[in-house]
């Protein structure tokens, strides 16, 4: 992999690239690009920039100043391998040519500020994140809201609702049953394949890779396995992730979501996020306190379950991110932390007697969110909890659904919904706005733009169940 402007210089002169696609990400968290003839990229590009009109980006500038520029990063370079033309794509940051700034609304900008504001506390010099993103294969999905209609399907060869369909050759059987789908070999896990072919293709594309494997839901739900790296490389490595996967579903004939809960009545899809702290290529995590851990790392606790409720508004951004935040499906509801219970929001992993792998796992998170805030946000809020020694309270290491309705009511829970969240993030945010790492008009604008597109025309909607519920009221 090229890791200098040089270097990817020489990659397209010696390879004979004629296209350099150059991506980066929009507020709400999905990849943009646009492409470029290679004699469009010199060395100046890598520094001054690639200007292009940013005034259709969700949340970015107006019409009236419009002008960006993509600052590819030579780090990320890697030959697309779904193009018919060898391509190269770079992952780029965003920067203001009138001001020659980075871009205050540029997801990846902000995610360098954390780690910039992380070496200037002098707590530590580099944030690993290690994400554990789930989802699912389908076979399609239709979905549509009219006036008068609103519905969605979505259809899996291995779902458990097609055990008695008619099938061509007839049905083999082998569904999966619900909450039955971790780890059973072929032919009930049918896609093996798939994700074989995912996760060589994410290597080719620079991604440190570990495994695969099928995931408890039914219908298709899986997760593949790539190694912990800086905050910076694992959210650009992320959205590499999910553009693989996408692109070879699509190759087989299926559909991939990253959605948290597409499936009623079985597992969503979540994306534990692993996380610690080192400073002079030695990790802060490890100590002798409970599950090994150190005091700074109880803090970077506490600081996580204070603000969690005001976090979740970027880690978990989507309506339907708190469909998959309820009891009993396994979803991390309860803000507490434990080294075992894994309905606890924060779990600290086995990790044996090496220094290196002692880290914590934060579980409430799901793919639907911007990888750049949301690894940003966790470390404002860790970082928080170690400057002011946020105590995280005991942790629960109890069976909850053992506990009375007395006990269980004195564990915090994440909050309700996606408003809920919203709500907390206005009240709690100065955490966010240390060392300017976040912006007020950034918080102000992913509220005003969640609220205004997403909480608000899924509340205004009829739901299909409500006519199951009312319509013979």
């Not at 040089?6 to 943009?32: A, C, S, T």
């Amino acid at each position: 992999m090229a890791q200098s402007a040089q270097e990817v210089l020489q990659m397209i002169r010696e390879q004979g690239i004629k296209i350099i696609d150059l991506k980066f990400i929009d507020m709400p968290g999905i990849w943009q690009h646009c492409s470029f003839y290679y004699d469009q990229i010199d060395e100046s590009s890598f520094i001054e920039g690639v200007p292009f009109d940013g005034s259709s980006i969700r949340g970015w500038k107006a019409i009236n100043e419009s002008d960006m520029a993509m600052v590819p990063d030579p780090s990320t370079a890697w030959i697309d391998p779904f193009m018919e033309e060898p391509t190269l794509s770079m992952i780029c940051s965003i920067k203001d040519p009138r001001s020659g700034q980075p871009y205050n609304r540029c997801p990846r900008v902000i995610a360098q500020n954390a780690l910039n504001f992380l070496n200037t506390t002098g707590i530590g010099d580099t944030a690993f994140f290690g994400p554990e993103a789930e989802f699912f294969l389908f076979d399609s999905v239709e979905y549509d809201q009219t006036i008068n209609t609103g519905y969605y399907q979505v259809d899996s060869s291995e779902g458990s609702w097609n055990s008695g369909r008619s099938e061509p050759g007839g049905n083999l059987g082998y569904k999966i049953r619900g909450k039955q789908g971790y780890f059973p070999v072929a032919p009930t896990d049918s896609f093996q394949d798939i994700r074989t072919e995912m996760l060589l293709t994410m290597a080719d594309c620079g991604v440190p890779i570990e495994k695969h494997h099928h995931e408890v839901a039914t219908g298709g739900q899986a997760e593949l396995g790539i190694k912990f790296d800086t905050l910076l490389r694992s959210a650009d490595f992320l959205m590499t992730y999910k553009y693989v996967v996408k692109n070879v579903a699509r190759r087989y004939g299926k559909t991939a979501t990253f959605m948290p809960k597409p499936l009623f009545g079985d597992n969503g899809s979540g994306m534990h996020t692993h996380q610690s702290i080192w400073k002079d290529g030695q990790p802060l995590f490890a100590g002798n306190e409970y599950a090994n851990l150190s005091k700074m790392a109880l803090y970077y606790i506490g600081g996580l379950l204070k603000h969690a409720p005001a976090l979740l508004a970027l880690t978990n951004p989507s309506t339907n991110s708190y469909k998959r935040l309820v009891p009993g499906f396994e979803a991390p509801v309860n803000l507490a932390y434990s080294q075992g219970n894994r309905s606890a929001s924060i779990r600290i992993p086995l990790s044996g007697n090496n220094p290196k792998a002692k880290r914590l796992e934060f579980r409430c998170p799901d793919a639907t969110c911007n990888p750049y805030l949301a690894f940003a946000a966790m470390l404002m809020a860790g970082i928080d909890g170690i400057k002011n020694q946020i105590d995280p309270g005991s942790p629960l290491d109890v069976d909850i659904y053992e506990l009375s309705p007395d006990e269980l009511a004195k564990i915090p829970s994440t909050p309700a919904s996606l408003k809920e969240a919203l709500e907390n993030l206005e009240k709690d945010h100065e955490f966010l706005l240390t060392g300017d790492v976040f912006t007020k008009d950034f918080i102000q604008t992913w509220i005003s733009y969640k609220l205004s597109n997403e909480v608000l025309p899924v509340s205004i909607r009829p739901h299909p169940y409500e006519f199951s519920l009312y319509y013979d009221a």
